[in-house]
Structure formats: C-alpha cells, structure tokens
C-alpha cells in the first residue's frame, strides 16, 4: 500500500515512470513492486484515480493477482530461483494457472537456463587470478613497450569447406519479393588443427597438425621449439 502512495506522489509531481521504478527500487530493494505493477499504477494515478485501494469486484472474486498472492510468490522464487511453478503453487496456497498470471504479467519473470561457463572457480582461484591481473597491469604501467613483446597463440579447426551464414546468403529483395532458399548444408568432415601465433605487428608464426598426430605435451613442446 506504501509503494502505491509513492507512486501516487510521484505522478502528482510529474516524476517519470522510468526514474520512479529507480526510486522504488532503491527505496525498497527485493521487496520493490515489479516494473509492471509500477506502470499499471501509474497509469491509473496518471488517468485521475484516487484511491490507493484495490478496486471491489462483484461475483466471484479474482485471487489470482491480488497484492498479497503477488508479495507471496515474489518472496518464495527469491529465497529459491530454481524452485518450480506446482511448487510455488504449493507454498502459496493458490492454483498453478494463478502462478503463471503472476510470474508473466505481474512479475515479469521467466525461467533462463544456466549459461555453460569453462569453469566455476572458488573464491581463492578468483583471487589469484585478480592478482595475476592487477601485476600484468603494474608490468604494462611500468613498461610501456611490454606489450609489444608478447607472443601468444590459440588452436582453432579448419574445415574443408565452411557453411554460408544466414547472414551471407542474404539477398536485397523487394518487400513483394518471395524469399530466397537455400538447402541446408553441413561442415565439411576434412579438418585439420591450425596452430597460430601473434605478437604486436601480426602473425609470426602458423603451422597445421600433421595428420594423425596425437597432441600431447612433447607436441606442444616441439611447437615450441620451431616458433623460437
């Protein structure tokens, strides 16, 4: 109810939406209404409405997105991000259907995959790369030519042939026009591994892996040898 008599104030000082959502937030932090929330009242207060209040509805009452289920819900998928729709439904005594309503077009929120990183590091690997970084950078301060004397290198396949691109095979067409086809394609199964070294200037050395040969340590170390 507070939040709403903030919005409130605010429209009656002619403070934009957007910079209001930012003063909600700061203000109440995880507990702060969702952006759609805020809009939809402001809009209502914009319009002329009064009363803080939620409207009274004849029949049979509408629980789905009442701000007491909402702060419900809103407070059970912050204490767990991977809890699911039924089980928030659970905890929150209200249907599954009623869940989906708040998650959608209350809350604006959707379930996002884990993004696949290399590695999950621990705090002290974090720390020790920070403080890796932060002597690189003392060395470079320090040294203003160092860079220009760093070699280093990656390994990368080189297919026989590449696929186009969606991008590539794109045509300048009238909007009437019928869209161009194009049938799908594979990458080539001949590959071989391209070794590459780079400095300042540019590439100073490249060599492919000869067919057959296992990559190992004592490869990597002859790799080493000829770009000496």
Not at 132 to 157: P, Y
Request: a positive charge; charged letters at 35%.
């Amino acid at each position: 109810m507070d939040q709403r008599i903030c919005i409130k104030f605010c429209v009656k000082n002619e403070i934009k939406c957007n910079k209001m959502c930012e003063m909600l937030t700061k203000a109440y932090g995880e507990s702060a209404m969702s952006k759609t929330r805020v809009y939809e009242w402001y809009k209502r207060f914009h319009d002329g409405r009064e009363d803080v209040e939620d409207d009274e509805r004849t029949g049979r009452p509408n629980t789905s997105t009442t701000d007491e289920n909402v702060e419900k819900v809103k407070e059970i998928v912050i204490n767990d991000r991977r809890i699911t729709i039924r089980e928030v439904a659970d905890d929150a005594g209200i249907s599954i259907g009623s869940c989906h309503e708040i998650f959608s077009n209350v809350l604006g929120m959707k379930r996002v995959a884990a993004k696949f990183v290399p590695k999950l590091l621990n705090f002290e690997q974090k720390q020790r790369r920070m403080e890796v970084a932060q002597e690189s950078l003392n060395e470079i301060n320090d040294d203003a030519e160092l860079l220009k004397r760093v070699i280093t290198g990656g390994e990368t396949w080189v297919y026989g042939y590449d696929v186009e691109t969606k991008a590539e095979s794109s045509q300048w067409r009238h909007s009437g026009s019928p869209r161009p086809k194009k049938a799908r394609q594979m990458r080539s199964n001949v590959k071989v591994m391209l070794t590459l070294f780079f400095d300042f200037n540019g590439i100073v050395h490249h060599e492919f892996l000869p067919r057959d040969q296992t990559v190992n340590k004592e490869c990597y170390l002859q790799v080493q040898r000829r770009l000496r």
